[in-house]
Nanobody, 124 residues
Framework: QVQLAESGGGSVQAGGSLRLSCVAS????????MGWFRQAPEKEREGVAV???????LYADSVKGRFTISKDNTKNTLYLQMNSLKPEDTAVYSC??????????????????WGQGPQVTVSS
């Protein structure tokens, strides 16, 4: 099992920045691709950004050029730097990890381990 604990959510005005962190604990050897997902009110959960064990990244078109995913393996921590935030970025953000070496992408069903998710609110 892998436990994921996020932090760093909050409220910000449009154009502002926030950084989310996700600390992994437990059997981290089984943690392959990791990523950030979000769910806005009355909308389905969607992929935001993912990063593979080799460090390669993939972003949703809606956040390209504004968000950056990174990780620090020495700290078992995943990050999401969010810049130029927009009201449509308002959502609950969750980090997730695969337990198998699937292709690293934004397909939600591949991710077995999930954090609780901090709220990110962007006001106009």
């Amino acid at each position: 099992q892998v436990q994921l604990a996020e932090s760093g959510g909050g409220s910000v005005q449009a154009g502002g920045s926030l950084r989310l962190s996700c600390v992994a604990s437990g059997n981290t050897d089984r943690r392959y691709c990791m990523g950030w997902f979000r769910q806005a009110p009355e909308k389905e959960r969607e992929g935001v950004a993912v990063i593979g064990k080799d460090g390669r990244t993939l972003y949703a078109d809606s956040v390209k050029g504004r968000f950056t995913i990174s990780k620090d393996n020495t700290k078992n921590t995943l990050y999401l730097q969010m810049n130029s935030l927009k009201p449509e970025d308002t959502a609950v953000y969750s980090c997730a990890a695969m337990s198998e070496p699937y292709e690293c992408n934004l397909e939600i069903y591949k991710y077995e381990f999930w954090g609780q998710g901090p709220q990110v609110t962007v006001s106009s």
